[in-house]
């Protein structure tokens, strides 16, 4: 089952299309990163989904069925602008947040014990915000995103503004939610934290989706076939199937030279022919990086 | 509509629990008569304890007789003008009277020279002095005795009646009508600003605490401004409720205490003096009481509301465009002309004439109805006016807040963006 499935999203402005034609398929109980650089439509469809504005084509389906006002209760939201209101009280608020979320006043309370125990803010009870401190505020924040134990957390710019202790708490707290059921989908454009919670990602650049899969099959498809080799002693390679694409003098005393595999040749037939040739003491295949693929997606569009 | 209401509630409370909202729906009752009492006190205390001015005076005519003057010390000066003037300019005095020989048929020519500009009132008692002065020298010239002239003076009130078409009569004091229709006018006046503000500073809040997108993602736009203006309203029911109850709980206070206060004699004495008065007060008393209440609480109610929450979603809109309240100064304009013409309205024409044309018309024109109705109503409106009237308020509130929430479910979520009218128009036809 899918938990959210966008088709032919289609978003124009007077000047510009903000979205053009974006699907994108998200699996029940994933995380999700929905990725690009600023200004690609990542919050326009954020707010889509968040019936903050409507799609001018396309439809949005949560758990099959069309998006509908009664699944505000079942979306949890995180915008990338946050606030909160300054004069009103943390559970006030709270209490507020959730009882516009759907639940009732009674449900609030106990599911906001919960959260204060967990997050050890009992005295915070009757302080208004702006009597917080930012990372304070920001704890606060997330537990209104979360309280009503929606199915599907979108989290816009989770980790911006966010101070690194606060970071790694909601970090925690997005792969326990994820265990207890939910599906999280959060846009960044930080790919250390899509390398580290993401298994499946999407990319929007200029208004269109270019990229989206399991984030496995993403990188393994942006594979380039190079290995790095640590080796002690130069050597030279005549070889059809391989090429050496650089080399350079490592810190503790070692070369690492990169080759090419250009025959569809693995990394054992490699190893193989170096043997003979020099003293190996490490070997990996390049896998590329998040921000490698970015990067060079990004870059490739814009040169078009 | 469950979440318009918890808006309601959530504004209600947030405004109801301040401090603030308890020291100004306690003290504004009671502060502003002890203002008013304090200022009279102190004009008065003024005006016994201040000095008495010096004229000079130089009369030709031998008509000054300086125990006419109350308010000013005359001083006689011997001689001829020019030397009074000389004097007068090296002395630390008022003025300079100067009464030339005139005719009692004629009496012109008459000057005050002062050092600085006298006031109005000063004049006209220097002239009403003068003026009983000749009368009383006219009249013995004219051989007339002064008791005749008093049996010639007589005070007459016109009682106004109001024919029904069925027979009946119903008598009024249109002072008291004009003082109905003032103090509805004036009320709803300063509600819809003071209310409409504080609409306009909870939006520009939500917009700057960047709140509103968490809450927008749970609640329709619209269903969080007309929570934001009907939880203002109730605030501000609630707040007339309180005065109302407390003004008349303070006076009825007080006017007990003078009352029980004052000795016999003295009030035996003021009842026998103020017959005249008496028979205005029973007047007024009669009007206030065959007067109809409830239809004329029962349209300022409606008029108050009606008229807030036409303003109200204009304030929104203003508050969801822009970033901060200096920034809304542009967008004022257009909001507080219909109310301030119907403000002056209201005291140049509309209480003198109440059934004028003019008078009509902006009754009827949503914008300016609910101050203008409320200074007609205590005259008695036709009821398709009021109907009229009333239908068109009802339609105007939907307009704007129609008008308004097609610019406040863009403008909440734009930010630094320079705003113009040519901006709002184009959000205003934006799909979202």
């Known amino acids: ?304 | 509509m469950n979440k318009i209401w918890l808006v309601v509630q959530r504004e209600f409370l947030n405004r109801v629990q301040k401090k603030s909202f308890l020291i100004a729906t306690i003290l504004i009752p009671l502060i502003f008569p002890a203002i008013m009492a304090a200022l009279i006190y102190l004009a008065k205390e003024q005006q016994k304890n201040a000095s008495q001015e010096v004229i000079h005076f130089v009369d030709e005519s031998g008509l000054i007789n300086e125990s006419d003057f109350k308010k000013f010390a005359l001083r006689k000066f011997d001689g001829p003008i020019e030397d009074a003037k000389r004097a007068f300019s090296e002395s630390g005095d008022f003025g300079l009277l100067y009464v030339p020989n005139i005719k009692l048929s004629d009496p012109t020519g008459i000057s005050l020279y002062t050092k600085v500009n006298p006031s109005p009132s000063d004049v006209s008692d220097l002239e009403s002095a003068i003026e009983s002065r000749i009368r009383e020298e006219k009249m013995s010239h004219f051989n007339i005795d002064q008791k005749i002239l008093d049996s010639l003076k007589t005070n007459i009130s016109i009682q106004s009646i109001n024919l029904s078409a069925s027979g009946q009569e119903k008598s009024t004091d249109t002072k008291v009508l004009f003082g109905i229709g003032m103090a509805g006018g004036i009320l709803i006046y300063i509600f819809i600003f003071v209310y409409g503000a504080q609409i306009m500073q909870g939006v520009i809040e939500e917009k700057t605490s960047k709140v509103v997108e968490v809450i927008i993602s749970a609640v329709r736009p619209f269903q969080l401004m007309l929570g934001k203006i009907l939880g203002l309203a109730s605030v501000g029911l609630l707040q007339f409720l309180i005065w109302i109850i407390l003004i008349s709980t303070v006076s009825s206070l007080v006017m007990g205490y003078f009352g029980l206060d004052m000795p016999q004699k003295e009030m035996m004495e003021q009842v026998a003096n103020a017959n005249e008065y008496n028979g205005n007060f029973i007047n007024i008393i009669t009007t206030l009481s065959e007067l109809p209440v409830f239809y004329i609480v029962a349209s300022f109610l409606f008029y108050f509301l009606g008229g807030y929450l036409l303003y109200g979603a204009l304030f929104a809109a203003v508050g969801s465009a822009v970033d901060s309240p200096a920034e809304a100064q542009q967008f004022m304009f257009p909001i507080t002309i219909p109310m301030l013409i119907s403000y002056f309205a209201l005291f140049t024409f509309i209480l003198d004439n109440p059934h004028g044309p003019i008078s009509i018309w902006l009754s009827i024109i949503p914008f300016t109805s609910p101050i203008a109705m409320m200074g007609r109503i205590g005259f008695g409106v036709p009821t398709w006016q009021l109907i009229v009237s009333m239908v068109s308020l009802i339609g105007g509130f939907m307009f704007t807040t129609w008008v308004a929430s097609r610019i406040y479910r863009i403008g909440i979520l734009m930010h630094g963006t320079k705003v113009n009218y040519k901006v709002l128009a184009k959000w205003f036809v934006m799909k979202v």
């Not at chain 1, 949890?76 to 979320?101: C, D, N, S, T």
């Not at chain 1, 990602?201 to 380039?224: H, Q, Y």
């Not at chain 1, 022919?273 to 020099?278: M, S």
């Open chain 1, 1 to 304: 089952m899918e938990a959210l499935i966008t088709n032919h999203v289609i978003k124009r402005y007077a000047q510009h299309v903000a979205l053009q034609d974006v699907s994108i398929t998200v699996p029940e109980k994933s995380i999700y990163g929905l990725l690009g650089p600023n200004g690609a439509g990542k919050t326009t469809l954020i707010r889509i989904i968040n019936q903050i504005i409507n799609a001018d084509e396309g439809d949005i389906r949560i758990n099959g069925e069309l998006l509908a006002p009664r699944h505000i209760g079942s979306i949890g939201y995180l915008p990338e602008e946050r606030g909160l209101y300054k004069k009103l009280k943390v559970g006030e608020q709270l209490i507020y947040l959730a009882q516009l979320r759907g639940l009732s006043r009674h449900d609030a309370l106990n599911k906001i014990k919960h959260w204060i125990e967990k997050f050890e803010i009992r005295d915070w009870w009757n302080k208004k915000i702006e009597d917080l401190s930012k990372g304070m505020a920001q704890k606060i924040q997330f537990i209104s995103t979360v309280l009503h134990e929606p199915k599907l957390i979108i989290l816009d710019e989770p980790f911006s503004g966010f101070d690194p202790v606060n970071a790694n708490l909601i970090r925690d707290e997005i792969l326990e939610l994820r265990q207890k059921g939910s599906t999280i989908i959060f846009s960044t454009h930080r790919m250390e934290t899509v390398e580290e919670l993401c298994d499946h990602i999407a990319m929007i650049n200029k208004s269109k989706k270019i990229l989206e899969g399991p984030k496995k099959e993403v990188k393994s498809r942006f594979k380039s076939n190079t290995f790095a080799v640590e080796h002690r002693g130069d050597f030279s390679l005549s070889s059809a199937d391989f090429q050496i694409v650089s080399n350079r003098h490592t810190d503790d005393g070692y070369i690492e030279t990169v080759i090419k595999s250009l025959n569809g040749k693995n990394g054992n037939e490699l190893i193989q022919q170096l043997v003979p040739l020099t003293e190996i003491h490490g070997f990996r295949e390049r896998i590329p990086s998040m921000n490698d693929i970015f990067i060079q997606l990004v870059n490739g569009a814009s040169d078009e």
